[in-house]
């Protein structure tokens, strides 16, 4: 291994986990204050309140910004797109395998066993017509509807396609995608601005929920847990191999495996998957991918290849659904499936990843108790955060293998690892086939 990509010295672990020991350690003393003081707890439930409200209004531009700066900013064209295709359908697929995954698991597993008392289910209204949803899925009436957070998924297909106009005028850099990618940054410093705040919202907010719903919260929170963290290892061993099989044939999977470590450990001592984009090139480097495919897959699935996200997000919605009453039923597979894939494509590479993924879930699901929702989901994103950095981030490299075999050809390894093999066999190949050509003429 070099020691450039493992160079996590324990204080940089430290340091990468220090807010997150935080923000769990506010959650666990808010709810130990609201056992132990209900009447305190209520009262100070408005310092939670305050930083939800400012989260919602950051989300309209943080999301805006960051899909559109993201396609606008692009400069790959020609073989990238062949190469940007399949990458994108890879991260929809594998994302897809894993969200079903979970679902099953949930049916089976389910993280809440009996609805938090004194939480009324929400009101279920009249059942759209399917063009009715998918025109909701998609638009909104005017351009005034994109500027609210019950309208996230609109807002990320306006934000796609104004990076795309953006990216065809100006070809990746301009004066328009120069603001855009400049706004995203702002956004992305003011999201951190406020979350200093968050370990004091979060102490106030636990406290509260323990105040109201008491032991149910600790229970729900370490049945989810006992099912994420050993899902996520089982997944490592078990889904990575097929992919890299499948990608690489023959002797993919031992390669895989000898250099899968290094992203895995960096993402678990960064808990970034941006953070882990110059080990997942160099590890791929080593291997034998292409370099135009290893700069795109790598970089593009560090904000897009969200598997583990898309464990968290089906999870996140059982959790939910238990706590308001409401049944996961089979007939929300698809629904939640699109949505875990979808929603993974709006969040960035960075521990938190300025709360989209949550903002989604509460639009599409819980729009009515976002108040609620919204910090029951944040909760378990930041307790899941490690393991599904970890399968986030080493999954890119392991995407590069399948991406490689469709661009380069099923035996793109082999032509690496047996080069002298593969040249003799590509002779062969084109002798017989010349062979056969002279036969048909005669």
């Known amino acids: 291994m070099k020691s450039s990509d493992l160079n996590l010295k324990t204080s940089d672990i430290a340091k990468n986990y220090l807010f997150l020991g935080i923000l769990i350690a506010s959650m666990v003393l808010g709810c130990v204050f609201g056992a132990i003081n209900p009447e305190a707890s209520k009262q100070i439930n408005f310092l939670g309140t305050i930083f939800i409200n400012m989260m919602f209004c950051i989300v309209v531009p943080l999301v805006f910004a960051s899909i559109a700066g993201a396609v606008a900013g692009m400069k790959n064209r020609h073989r990238a797109g062949k190469i940007i295709g399949w990458t994108i359908l890879t991260f929809v697929v594998t994302g897809a395998i894993a969200a079903i995954i979970m679902f099953v698991l949930m049916k089976v597993f389910p993280p809440v066993l009996k609805a938090w008392e004194n939480v009324p289910s ?7 017509t399917i063009p009715q949803m998918i025109t909701n899925f998609l638009t909104t009436s005017d351009f005034t509807g994109l500027l609210t957070r019950r309208a996230m998924l609109p807002l990320i297909v306006f934000a796609l396609i104004f990076g795309f106009a953006t990216n065809l005028v100006e070809n990746g850099e301009g004066p328009v995608t120069n603001i855009i990618l400049g706004l995203s940054r702002v956004m992305v410093k003011f999201v951190n601005i406020v979350t200093f705040y968050a370990p004091v919202a979060f102490f106030a907010i636990f406290a509260n929920l323990m105040a109201d719903y008491g032991h149910m919260i600790t229970e729900a929170y370490a049945r989810a847990m006992i099912v994420y963290y050993p899902l996520c290892f089982i997944y ?20 895989m495996f000898n250099k899968l470590a290094r992203p895995a450990i960096v993402s678990l001592g960064t808990c970034s998957s941006v953070a882990t984009i110059p080990t997942n090139l160099n590890v791929a480097e080593e291997t034998g991918i292409s370099k135009d495919v290893s700069n795109i897959v790598v970089p593009l699935g560090a904000t897009m290849h969200m598997d583990g996200s898309c464990f968290s997000c089906v999870l996140k919605i059982a959790f939910v659904l238990g706590v308001f009453g409401q049944p996961l039923s089979w007939s929300s597979l698809i629904p939640i499936t699109l949505l875990a894939v979808f929603s993974s494509v709006g969040m960035s590479g960075v521990p938190g990843g300025g709360y989209i993924g949550e903002y989604i879930i509460c639009s599409v699901f819980f729009p009515t108790r976002m108040e609620l929702a919204f910090p029951i989901l944040v909760a ?27 661009v380069d050809g099923k035996d793109w390894l082999q032509k690496k690892l047996h080069p002298v093999s593969a040249r003799v066999n590509e002779v062969k190949t084109k002798i017989s086939k010349k062979a056969n050509k002279s036969t048909k003429k005669k």
């Open 380 to 406: 378990i994103g930041n307790l899941v955060d490690p393991p599904a950095t970890m399968i986030n981030a080493s999954g890119d490299y392991v995407v590069s293998y399948i991406v490689s075999r469709f």
């Open 236 to 255: 490592l061993f078990t889904a990575f191999p097929l992919f890299a099989y499948f990608g690489g044939g023959k002797g993919a999977v031992k390669l």
């Open 122 to 128: 929400e009101e279920l209204g009249e059942y759209a």
